[in-house]
């Protein structure tokens, strides 16, 4: 059974970083894409940041120079670093494998995986 535990978040001052992190279990992780999806109040969960298997990245314009995606293949673990951050940023972050057409950019790729976990909740505010 395929298994994402997101954690690190929290309450952040606008301007501050935070780390988050994402376990995954129940896949062959070293060979998927990941990413990190958002999901604000009342908006649709959207990609803001993806990696593939060989460690390539993308981001949304929103979070470009601002966020920086890794992952750790030994640990099947999956990281976002967040600097900079603004009120804007405030919502529930997800992980998930990704899916679809690397060169179509972030809008060509999907979650792979159906059972989201329970997101970890991103507060940015003074």
């Known amino acids: 059974q395929v298994q994402l535990v997101e954690s690190g978040g929290g309450l952040v001052q606008p301007g501050g970083p935070l780390r988050l992190s994402c376990a995954a279990s129940?896949?062959?992780?070293?060979?998927?894409?990941m990413g990190w999806y958002r999901q604000a109040p009342g908006n649709q969960r959207e990609l803001v940041a993806a990696?593939?298997?060989?460690?390539?990245?993308n981001y949304a314009d929103s979070v470009k120079g601002r966020f920086t995606i890794s992952r750790d293949n030994a640990k099947n673990t999956v990281y976002l670093q967040m600097n900079s951050l603004k009120p804007e940023d405030t919502a529930v972050y997800y992980c998930?494998?990704?899916?679809?057409?690397?060169?179509?950019?972030?809008?060509?790729?999907?979650?792979?995986?159906?059972?989201w976990g329970q997101g970890t909740q991103v507060t940015v505010s003074s």
């Open positions: 129940g896949i062959i992780f070293s060979i998927n894409t």
């Open positions: 990696i593939t298997s060989g460690g390539i990245t």
């Open positions: 998930n494998s990704l899916i679809g057409k690397w060169y179509r950019g972030l809008s060509g790729l999907g979650p792979g995986v159906g059972n």
